[in-house]
T-cell receptor, first 113, second 113 residues
């Protein structure tokens, strides 16, 4: 089981913010939320991860609710190159843990001109 | 190298033949994963290597599939007596220890005819 629920698809206008939701109501205390994306015909690309605080990097922001049962990935100014399948994953983080990535079906984000 | 390298990039084989797929992880990365992605589907976990620990083989679909890794270097995924349902892109990923973001290769596209 992927342990996460995401919408199958979303559209976003170029230049606007893309907000991708993810539900992970059964997340446990030592599991992190990870986001990856897969552009057509390429391997998945790491975007961002977090535990309970909001995180931001050069690619995106991650907002995690206080109860950690859901999160939102924000691409602040979507471009056509952001069209991809976005995967939300929960996993144990750190040395000595199996922590394998289990991918669900993800959200297909279509950025339109 | 700078990234995860997989070879060959494409492989066409006849049903019943054995194939060997190769993954060169990023130097120093102790964790290595193999995934399978059928056309239009999500990523399916196959096997996970972490340092000198016993590999997690829980995702291998049948005894026709096996994988080896020598130390923290190259890994090979072997599929014996290939079947048409083995046709997929086989993706390899590596990570420093079991943490943060995994770097994926571009995959090997296997077609069984």
């Amino acid at each position: 089981d992927a342990k996460t629920t995401q919408p199958t698809s979303m559209d976003c206008a170029e230049g606007r913010a893309a907000n991708l939701p993810c539900n992970h109501s059964t997340i446990s205390g030592n599991e992190y939320v990870y986001w990856y994306r897969q552009i057509h015909s390429q391997g998945p690309q790491y975007i961002i991860h977090g535990l309970k605080n909001n995180e931001t990097n050069e690619m995106a922001s991650l907002i995690i609710t206080e109860d950690r049962k859901s999160s939102t990935l924000i691409l602040p100014h979507a471009t056509l190159r952001d069209t991809a399948v976005y995967y939300c994953i929960v996993r144990i983080h750190g040395s000595g843990n199996t922590g394998k990535l289990i991918f669900g079906q993800g959200t297909t984000l279509q950025v339109k001109p | 190298g700078a990234g995860v390298s997989q070879s060959p990039s494409n492989k066409v084989t006849e049903k019943g033949k054995d194939v060997e797929l190769r993954c060169d992880p990023i130097s120093g990365h102790t964790a290595l994963y193999w995934y399978r992605q059928r056309l239009g589907q999500g990523l399916e976990f196959l096997i996970y290597f972490q340092g000198n620990s016993a590999p997690d083989k829980s995702g291998l679909p049948s005894d026709r599939f096996s994988a080896e890794r020598t130390g923290e270097s190259v890994s090979t995924l072997t599929i014996q007596r290939t079947q048409q349902e083995d046709s997929a892109v086989y993706l390899c990923a590596s990570s420093l220890d079991a943490g943060i973001g995994y770097t994926f290769g571009s995959g090997t596209r296997l077609t069984v005819v």
